[in-house]
């Protein structure tokens, strides 16, 4: 920590900023109450937590609420995925075959495309975290298992973390709860009386879920090479750090020398996205942020963006002097 | 010979050339009668004396006056020469204005230097700037126009400007550069805000405060760098609000609830300018000018140059920086190759 910049050097001067770290007094209340206004003002409900990786700092807008994962359940998945090879369980170089027909719904990756594919474990797992293909996460669900995937978290000191299927279960009780017949028709009918209240999968009682400060510490663990071997974490972190959505946590940084790794989630109104930001002075904040829109509009650049403007304001007030809490 | 082939002869041949010649021959008078001594005069003019004393006998048999009583010791005006002196001295002046105006016609095109200059430099540097340059190049006049990056760098690729004073980031893709020269920004603070009491200021404690700035049209890519480094480091302005000239941003920073990012300035009774800890914000200004400009433009353009490098040391508190420092960037898929 000591390279970061001036800000270690500003504690080091003690009283001479005296003015400004008055001014900050407070400033914890402050940031978690302008966050809340940035929810507001996006028409979402908002769950944050962010903690700087290495110091425990944090700052948290209703952070251990349970909330639904959605594709964020495959955080877990790739932890656990590391964890098993390197306990020499599986191998991640194993090349297996995906066909067409047993492919899990979705819009990108192997999800998307229409013939047999054949590749490696560790391939499907940077299809599976990059573009959040289903297809992908399915096959590496179906190797590893949803126990150890949950003893997984369990381990790692995440008890409210739990992950109750892959993405085709997820999508047929999507589908079966609505009564339709595509994702597209849930949509045209989420509007409907009843029929957000019939879906589990937004119900974080009966679905993968978390909250948001048991997501920021197994990025921490992740980050701090303690999830797994250091090689593991690293290849997670790098996978993390291909994520190719720019338009939630990430485009609350756009600092070309800030490095935004992250995992979002999406279902119907939920956006969620969890990652890691570091800045070149050596500050790592892990954010965790849940979001639920109130309106049944799947375009809502807003609400995508506000998580990007969150996070911000929360590593922001991790970064100021006045060590808000 | 009748009197009539007398006048035809005179106004086909002597006539005629004494009409082309008119103004040397009022040359050769108006010296005569200023020296009343044929040596002096034809040693003023540059030539010899016989070929003056025929051009004073040619006006006189044209003008059809004797202008000089010539004695053996004296030269002396006559009373018709007294009364054509004060004409041929005017006649010779608007010949002489003629003959400057026509040259500054032609010098406008090719004996002055169009520079640019941005309008914050402030008066000390201009007035030096002029000052330099008239000592370095006193045959070129140096016509100043205040105008921003954006507009200057428009100016020069038209070639309506011949050199300007720059701020980076801009597009210099057709452009050759001087020296590079970089400014740390500080805060202009009220003197009596809180954290006018620390000897440097982090961006980010300016939170809550509205922004004076520059123009954005003045210069964009500085604009834009500026207000993105404020992001980075945590400060993001409720509102910033433009101001051309310093005197402005001033008046704006006394007023109350804003501050003003700038280089450094003399701290007054009622504000004070304090550096930005850890200097995240250089303002790097270079000269600019077309590439390929007509060779007869380089060496004026080097001369402005070398001029307005030393000034802007020395008066602008500038310092060479050389290339600007690596950046780091980390490249996010998103912005990737090809992506």
Known sequence: ?325 | MSKIDIGVKTIFGQLSSLFVNLVGHLTCFVAVAEELHFGRAAERLGMAQPPLSQRIQRLEKELGVRLFDRSSRRVELTAPGRLLLDEARDILARVDRVYSLADRARLGETGAVRAGLPADLGGAVVAALIAAFRARRPDLRLDLREIGTAEQVRALAEGALDVGVVRHPCDSRDLDLGPMLGQPVGVLLPADSPLAASPEVHLADLAGHDLVAFPREEAPGTYDELLATCRRHGYEPPAVHEARHPQFALGLVLAGTAVALAPRAEDGAAAVWRPLLGDPLTWRTSTAWRRGAEPDRERAVADFTAVATAVLRTEAGMVAVGEAPARRVVARPASGFLA
Request: charge should be neutral.
């Open chain 1, 1 to 325: 920590m000591s390279a970061r910049d001036g800000r270690t050097a500003r504690a080091g001067t003690g009283g001479a900023t005296g003015g400004g770290t008055g001014a900050r007094a407070g400033a914890g209340g402050e940031v978690t109450a302008r966050i809340e206004a940035a929810f507001r003002a996006a028409g979402v409900t908002g769950h944050l937590h962010a903690a700087d990786i290495d110091t425990g700092r944090e700052i948290g807008v209703r952070p251990d609420e349970p909330v639904v994962l959605a594709s964020v359940f495959k955080v877990p998945l790739l932890v656990a995925f590391h964890r098993q090879a390197a306990a020499g369980l599986l191998d991640p170089t194993e090349a297996v075959t995906v066909r067409p027909e047993d492919r899990s719904a979705g819009p990108t990756g192997i999800s998307a495309l229409l013939d047999e594919v054949r590749m490696s474990l560790r391939d499907l797992a940077c299809l599976m975290i990059t573009v959040s293909d289903n297809a992908a996460a399915d096959v590496l669900l179906d190797r590893v298992g949803l126990a150890a995937v949950n003893e997984t978290a369990a381990r790692l000191g995440l008890p409210r973390t739990y992950v109750d299927g892959g993405g085709r279960d997820l999508y047929d009780a999507m589908l079966s709860d609505g009564g339709v017949d595509s994702f597209a028709e849930l949509w045209a009918r989420l509007d409907e009386p009843g029929v957000l209240g019939r879906l589990r999968g937004l119900d974080p009682a009966r679905t993968s879920r978390s909250t948001p400060r048991e997501m920021t510490r197994l990025l921490g663990l992740v980050w701090r090479d303690e999830a797994a071997p250091p090689d593991g974490c690293a290849a997670m972190r790098r996978l993390f750090g291909l994520q190719v959505w720019p338009h939630r946590l990430s485009s609350g940084f756009p600092f070309d020398d800030v490095l935004v790794s992250g995992k979002t989630g999406t279902l119907l109104t939920v956006r969620n996205e969890v990652g890691v930001v570091e800045y070149p002075d050596g500050g790592r904040y892990a954010v965790a942020v849940f979001t639920r829109s109130s309106l049944p509009i799947a375009a809502l650049p807003r609400a995508d963006a506000v998580i990007g403007t969150s996070a911000r304001m929360a590593v922001e007030a991790l970064r100021a002097p006045g060590r808000p809490r």
